[in-house]
């Protein structure tokens, strides 16, 4: 028992800096919203289109209201467990060594994300912006100001996503732009494919949710009652959900259903199409906006598989990891980046294992949590 | 006078602070009581150097050493000599306006100190007067801080005088000096000055800390602090303000900074900084508060201008070209397609020469400075556009960048503004927009990441602070700025209480009722 408790010391230290550091509400909703928006924006309403035709916008309330339920999951077990975060409550719940495999596993899915959102940002840039610049410079762009993110820690990372915020402002306002011309009647009538086409549909909806498992992480350093952040986590869902139904509505109104089939990033063909007397091309400028937006995605998942990591090995410093981490999705990426069919093989995997890491994992915690609930809490105080 | 009675006072208070060269035991050495061992003690720690004057008195029983550098002859004479003429006092060491010691180590520190020593023979004990003499530079404009409306004066290389001009605008007795003596052996005079009870006391704890543990051998000037306070040395941008202006002093210790003043130099920096102070200007509350603020937005909107415009006209030029509309596709091409070089060389040589010009300006005599922007700018602009070596709309977006760049009100940001349009003009030319991209990402993370004496560089915009957002992009009326920004942590945020309820009264009671329930 002693010697446990001298194995324990030094990781409750080396995570008192973490767990002692205070994150105002309004900086975790940004916190989340700057992880879940990212790459996907622009293909979004292709994705759904395919499946779910016209009536993808109901797959994503659908979807949302998933993820929602799911974070009211997250939110039982994280009111139980103060100052704990997910790596802790691993190790807690499921045992010292099972708790540091599935860490690990975390690790690795993190980081495959990771890679996957480096690879997809690369797709996008090569195909519209720059044809000829090598993969692996424009990788090694985002993971370096990621890395650079992330070197001045949670608090630098919470102020920079909330001053970065402020340029979805510009995204939002060129998407309203692209209503000006919309034809609803494109999503009428609706429910016309059917409900199973729908429920295919929030697959998708909830695949561009994802990341929303970051929750776990920073909940809490959190400032405020646990009934104020469970809000603040639900205003967080309705907020993407809006933004997500505005890039819907504006691409099927814009587009139609048969038109959208041929147009893999619908949201960057409409705004390709407007033309203004000072500039052309919104597209471009929406591209240099978005890269933002994927950069803070990146960079939350290179902070969860560092940290992750960091935890599992007890030590105290966390960079070594974070460039560890880090050249492991440059690895990755330019791995599986190489070809069309790689990519969506990969990314499909990668994403399949959302469910169990954002989903079936965390439930399976709280439930395990639960039933020892008793033993655990009971052992917390002696 | 004034000064000088203030001077005596200073220096107690830096004999009774054994803190400042705690480090160092303070060497002693008794004094003789012969009058010829304690003179050449002196004399040969001195250097026998040749500016020191040795007056023998009273038949050879007595001497007087001072520097005649360093001390004032008319002072002298008034302060010693005369009363001793009028007869009211026998002896020199017995006159009221000099101070005792019997420590040679110490007579030597006074005598470097501009005062007169006095030694007799047959007695320890030493006397000195102080008869230090200064030259002074009278109280002006500051050059490189001018403004339209509002005080005129500057601080001088004085630090008595400045800390008069300080103490003469706010006369209440929370305004704290303390001095401190830094520098081994150029043993510079500094000042911080600040509100007890509304500076948080960590900042003030702080600021000494750091300014104690400097142990350079020379500091010449608050730009010499500034490096061995700062937080980040290897920032490209100044984590401390620094001004020649009183009232911008005033304004700043009044919203709980502090001021670092040192002897030889009219520059005073205030600490913490945030990146927003630097474009703020003392003309801008003189102003009225609209014009105040449409100043302040045209003047942050030049700091986008300042680091991007040429990165942006590289990027379009290189990459992008589709983003120009149609119709003015036809000049802009028609502008470039003689151009030999690549737009990245181009901005490069139009950068470099408005920077030489900058640079030669400044050095050379008011008259001849004129004559070298007019040749530079005028007459070489216009032949590198007609040699074909450089497109006109590359010599607007360059000249418009340095314009851009000299609107910030501080020098020192000036500088690194067009220190930053080189890696983002680099990266603009080898990645377009993508390049521009990470380049202000990167920027703006380092902007998020600095801090200053522990305060966040970038507030009240990163940490949001929308409270404070009011004295930032805009100026909104004084009597709204109620509260002191949050910048400093100061303890007390209160800045006034109600000022204009007179417009309220007799028309609604019901929010002057609230107000005092409050």
């Given amino acids: 028992m002693a010697n446990q408790k001298?194995?324990?010391?030094?990781?409750?230290?080396?995570?008192?800096?973490?767990?002692?550091?205070?994150?105002?509400?309004?900086?975790?909703?940004?916190?989340?919203?700057?992880?879940?928006?990212?790459?996907?924006?622009?293909?979004?309403?292709?994705?759904?289109?395919?499946?779910?035709?016209?009536?993808?916008?109901?797959?994503?309330?659908?979807?949302?209201?998933?993820?929602?339920?799911?974070?009211?999951?997250?939110?039982?077990l994280l009111k139980n467990t103060p100052k704990q975060h997910l790596f802790m409550n691993l190790e807690k719940v499921f045992g010292k060594w099972p708790g540091k495999a599935a860490t690990l596993f975390y690790c690795l899915y993190f980081i495959a994300v990771g890679a996957l959102i480096l690879i997809l940002y690369t797709r996008v840039i090569n195909l519209w912006m720059l044809i000829n610049t090598p993969k692996w410079i424009l990788m090694t762009l985002m993971v370096s100001a990621g890395l650079y993110l992330i070197s001045g820690k949670i608090k630098v990372l919470a102020r920079a996503y909330t001053l970065f915020s402020g340029l979805m402002l510009i995204l939002v306002v060129s998407l309203i732009y692209g209503i000006r011309d919309a034809n609803f009647i494109f999503i009428l009538p609706i429910g016309k494919a059917g409900i199973e086409p729908i429920l295919k549909g929030i697959n998708e909806g909830v695949l561009s949710l994802l990341g929303f498992v970051f929750v776990l992480i920073i909940y809490p350093l959190v400032e405020g009652t646990d009934k104020e952040k469970l809000k603040t986590i639900f205003y967080t869902q309705w907020f993407i959900l809006g933004f997500y139904l505005l890039v819907v509505f504006s691409t099927f109104t814009f587009f139609g259903a048969k038109e959208i089939l041929l147009v893999p990033e619908p949201v960057l063909y409409m705004l390709k199409a407007y033309e203004f007397s000072v500039v052309e091309r919104l597209d471009l400028f929406f591209?240099?906006?978005w890269i933002v937006s994927v950069t803070t995605s990146f960079t939350t998942y290179l902070y969860m598989a560092g940290k992750g990591l960091k935890h599992m090995l007890d030590s105290n410093k966390e960079m070594p990891f974070m460039v560890m981490m880090a050249g492991v999705a440059l690895t990755l990426g330019l791995t599986f980046g190489r070809g069309e069919q790689l990519i969506g093989q990969y990314g499909d995997i990668v994403m399949k294992f959302g469910y169990l890491f954002s989903g079936l994992l965390p439930v399976l915690l709280l439930v395990v949590f639960l039933a020892r609930k008793k033993e655990l809490t009971g052992r917390d105080s002696t | 006078m004034g000064y000088r009675r203030r001077k005596s006072k200073q220096d107690k208070l830096i004999e009774e602070q054994p803190g400042n060269e705690a480090d160092v035991k303070e060497p002693e050495q008794p004094s003789y009581s012969q009058l010829s061992r304690n003179i050449e003690y002196l004399t040969k720690a001195l250097k026998h150097s040749n500016d020191?004057?040795?007056?023998?008195?009273?038949?050879?029983?007595?001497?007087?050493?001072?520097?005649?550098?360093?001390?004032?002859?008319?002072?002298?004479?008034?302060?010693?000599?005369?009363?001793?003429?009028?007869?009211?006092?026998?002896?020199?060491?017995?006159?009221?306006n000099g101070k005792q010691t019997d420590d040679l180590e110490e007579a030597l520190k006074v005598l470097l100190r501009g005062h007169?020593?006095?030694?007799?023979?047959?007695?320890?004990?030493?006397?000195?007067?102080?008869?230090?003499?200064?030259?002074?530079?009278?109280?002006?404009?500051?050059?490189?801080?001018?403004?339209?409306?509002?005080s005129h004066e500057g601080f001088v290389e004085n630090i008595m005088i400045n800390i008069n001009l300080v103490r003469k605008r706010l006369e209440h007795r929370d305004l704290t000096i303390k001095y401190f003596r830094v520098g081994k052996k150029t043993n510079t005079n500094i000042a911080i000055?600040?509100?007890?009870?509304?500076?948080?006391?960590?900042?003030?704890k702080e600021v000494e800390k750091r300014i104690k543990s400097v142990t350079a051998d020379t500091i010449l000037s608050p730009g010499f602090m500034e490096e061995f306070i700062e937080d980040n040395p290897m920032s490209p941008f100044p984590q401390t303000l620094s001004t020649e202006r009183p009232d911008r002093v005033i304004a700043n210790i009044m919203s709980g900074k502090v001021a670092l003043m040192a002897e030889g130099?009219?520059?005073?920096?205030?600490?913490?900084?945030?990146?927003?102070?630097?474009?703020?200007?003392?003309?801008?509350?003189?102003?009225?508060?609209?014009?105040?603020?449409?100043?302040?937005?045209?003047?942050?909107?030049?700091?986008?201008?300042?680091?991007?415009?040429?990165?942006?006209?590289?990027?379009?030029?290189?990459?992008?070209?589709?983003?120009?509309?149609?119709?003015?596709?036809?000049?802009?091409?028609?502008?470039?397609?003689?151009?030999?070089?690549?737009?990245?060389?181009?901005?490069?040589?139009?950068?470099?020469?408005?920077?030489?010009?900058?640079?030669?300006?400044?050095?050379?005599?008011?008259?001849?400075?004129?004559?070298?922007?007019?040749?530079?700018?005028?007459?070489?602009?216009?032949?590198?556009?007609?040699?074909?070596?450089?497109?006109?709309?590359?010599?607007?977006?360059?000249?418009?960048?340095?314009?851009?760049?000299?609107?910030v009100p501080s020098h020192e940001l000036s500088t690194t503004l067009r220190l930053l349009t080189f890696p983002l003009i680099i990266l603009a030319s080898t990645l377009g927009f993508i390049g521009i991209v990470f380049g202000i990402l990167f920027i703006l993370i380092h902007l998020v990441k600095l801090e200053s004496f522990g305060n966040p560089y970038f507030a009240p915009v990163s940490p949001l602070r929308i409270q404070d957002l009011k004295d930032t992009f805009v100026r909104i009326p004084l009597f709204k700025l109620d509260t002191r920004p949050k910048d400093a942590n100061p303890i007390k945020e209160q800045s006034m209480g109600e000022s204009r309820e007179w417009k309220r009264n007799g028309k609604s009671k019901k929010s002057k009722q609230t107000k005092k329930s409050k």
Avoid: C
């Avoid at chain 2, 360093?70 to 006159?95: A, C, H, M, R």
């Avoid at chain 2, 007799?120 to 050059?143: D, H, I, M, Q």
């Avoid at chain 2, 000055?193 to 003030?204: H, K, Q, R, S």
């Fill in chain 1, 6 to 76: 001298n194995q324990n010391k030094p990781k409750s230290q080396n995570d008192a800096a973490f767990l002692n550091t205070k994150i105002t509400r309004l900086q975790f909703f940004f916190l989340i919203i700057q992880t879940q928006i990212g790459v996907g924006v622009i293909s979004l309403p292709y994705n759904l289109q395919q499946v779910a035709k016209q009536d993808g916008w109901i797959s994503l309330i659908g979807a949302s209201l998933i993820v929602q339920l799911i974070l009211l999951l997250y939110w039982l």
């Fill in chain 1, 287 to 289: 591209i240099s906006v």
């Fill in chain 2, 52 to 96: 020191l004057k040795i007056r023998i008195l009273n038949e050879g029983q007595a001497a007087l050493l001072f520097f005649e550098t360093l001390s004032d002859q008319e002072k002298l004479q008034e302060n010693i000599f005369t009363p001793i003429e009028n007869g009211k006092f026998d002896s020199i060491s017995k006159l009221p």
């Fill in chain 2, 116 to 150: 007169a020593l006095y030694i007799e023979e047959g007695s320890k004990s030493l006397a000195y007067f102080s008869v230090t003499t200064t030259y002074n530079r009278s109280v002006e404009e500051p050059e490189n801080e001018k403004v339209v409306r509002g």
């Fill in chain 2, 193 to 204: 000055a600040y509100m007890d009870g509304i500076t948080n006391p960590e900042l003030v």
């Fill in chain 2, 265 to 407: 130099s009219p520059t005073v920096l205030i600490l913490p900084s945030t990146f927003f102070m630097f474009y703020q200007s003392p003309d801008d509350y003189n102003a009225r508060w609209v014009s105040g603020t449409f100043i302040r937005l045209i003047r942050l909107m030049s700091f986008l201008i300042a680091i991007g415009l040429p990165a942006m006209y590289i990027a379009i030029i290189g990459f992008h070209f589709e983003v120009i509309p149609d119709d003015l596709v036809p000049p802009v091409k028609s502008a470039i397609d003689q151009i030999a070089y690549p737009p990245f060389v181009e901005a490069f040589i139009m950068v470099i020469i408005i920077e030489l010009i900058r640079e030669a300006g400044i050095r050379l005599p008011q008259p001849v400075g004129q004559t070298i922007g007019i040749v530079g700018g005028l007459v070489i602009g216009d032949a590198v556009i007609r040699a074909g070596l450089i497109s006109n709309l590359m010599v607007i977006v360059v000249a418009l960048t340095a314009i851009a760049s000299f609107v």
